[in-house]
């Protein structure tokens, strides 16, 4: 059975089992948990735990009261190494990290075999980033569970929403890993984030371009399963690498969101 071996351990996140736990564990202190209900869907940055990992602990920190119930997580992230069209799925029956492997819902993948734009594509995983780094955090905080894996490509919202809609049960979770803008001065970045920001809030998906934010495709699906669904957004943390790690002269935006 193939499992997928991590690429960024010791450059994103600590390649040991101690200190990643630690990091994690110093993360997750300082989040506050805001959220009422139970949240059906995340989205979470993805960058270096140095620069993202405090506003990816303000979403990962309100899935604590919760965390018994939910047994499976659908995470879609952007693909940052190789182009293509749609959604590519893994032949993996387990992705590991330095806290452990967690096995791959074969049964739910194969759902998405006949969807429209959905592809078996292992090359979109072997050196992306943007799904690796979520898994120590839900490794953290959940008690068990199953993960589908998606790397989303040049994807049609539609196809986006029925893939997450076609997965779609009570005990599971939905993650969207994308960070927002990148590379801009400090006061820039701030204003295309609340611009950004206040697109998600208004559930207004189809306006939010690759510029502000790397995951705009699985955004974009996961807006359009909100409408449907009727779920709400609430902007948990948004913040920028000139917050979290220093230079405000060229900066990576990061926001955090829970839908419920």
Not at 8 to 36: C, E, H, I, N, W
Request: proline share 6%.
């Amino acid at each position: 059975m193939h499992v997928k071996a991590p690429v960024v351990a010791g450059l994103f996140y600590p390649a040991t089992k101690q200190a990643l736990s630690t990091t994690l564990q110093a993360l997750m202190r300082d989040a506050d948990s805001a959220a009422k209900a139970r949240p059906q869907a995340l989205i979470v940055p993805h960058a270096g735990y140095q620069y993202s990992g405090p506003i990816a602990a303000s979403a990962y920190a309100v899935l604590r009261p919760w965390a018994d119930e939910i047994r499976r997580v659908v995470v879609l992230a952007p693909s940052h190494r190789v182009a293509f069209s749609g959604i590519a799925t893994s032949s993996a029956w387990a992705f590991a990290t330095p806290l452990g492997e967690i096995p791959v819902d074969r049964a739910a993948v194969s759902q998405l075999t006949d969807l429209p734009g959905v592809q078996p594509l292992d090359e979109a995983f072997a050196q992306e980033h943007a799904l690796e780094v979520q898994l120590p955090f839900l490794q953290t905080v959940l008690a068990q569970f199953s993960l589908v894996p998606l790397i989303v490509g040049d994807a049609d919202s539609d196809d986006v929403s029925r893939v997450i809609e076609t997965l779609y049960t009570p005990d599971t979770l939905v993650v969207v890993s994308s960070d927002l803008s990148h590379y801009l001065d400090y006061r820039s970045c701030q204003q295309r984030d609340r611009a950004t920001s206040a697109l998600i809030e208004a559930m207004q998906g189809e306006q939010i371009g690759p510029y502000d934010a790397c995951g705009a495709y699985p955004i974009r699906g996961l807006l359009l399963t909100a409408r449907h669904l009727g779920w709400q957004v609430h902007t948990l943390d948004l913040r920028n690498s000139g917050d979290t790690a220093g230079d405000r002269s060229r900066v990576v935006g990061y926001g955090a969101y829970e839908f419920h």
